[in-house]
Structure formats: C-alpha cells, structure tokens
C-alpha cells in the first residue's frame, strides 16, 4: 500500500481519478458475471472509462487497451 501512490502521476487524485473509476469498474464487472441486463448501460462510455484507468498507469497501456479491445466491434453487432 505504501507504494501504490507511486504507480499514477504526481497530482493524480485517487479518490477522484482511480478509487472511483476502479469501483465502477467493479460494479460493471460483477454485474456481467451475474449476467444481469446491461441494455440500459453505456457500453462504450464504459470501455472508455476502463482505456482511460489504464492510461493513467501508463499512456502506452490506454492506447494498447483503446486499440485492441473488441468493444466497438461487439456493439456494432448489438441489437437495438
């Protein structure tokens, strides 16, 4: 734990920047293993939420995450 501070930038509010991010993330997560409905949810806000946590860690891994991820491709597919 004492550590963790070093893995954002200098001036990276974690509670606003990370802890908030990371818990939303969670709720997302838990909620597709339960397979509960995500109709309502803004899939690719989501997507952009999860490229933008990992690009605070590092900006190479927000990139690498914005490039691969097969999320847009998947919604395209999604019926409406």
Do not use: C, W
Not at 22 to 38: D, G, T, W
Request: glycine letters at 4%; hydrophobic letters at 40%; a neutral charge.
């Amino acid at each position: 734990m004492p550590y963790l501070h070093q893995a954002f930038p200098p001036g990276t509010d974690r509670k606003r920047d990370v802890d908030s991010k990371v818990a939303a993330l969670n709720r997302l997560r838990n909620r597709v293993a339960h397979h509960e409905p995500l109709i309502a949810e803004n899939l690719s806000r989501e997507a952009a939420k999860v490229s933008a946590l990992g690009g605070l860690i590092d900006p190479e891994l927000g990139e690498y995450l914005t490039a691969t991820s097969a999320v847009p491709a998947l919604l395209l597919e999604r019926p409406l």
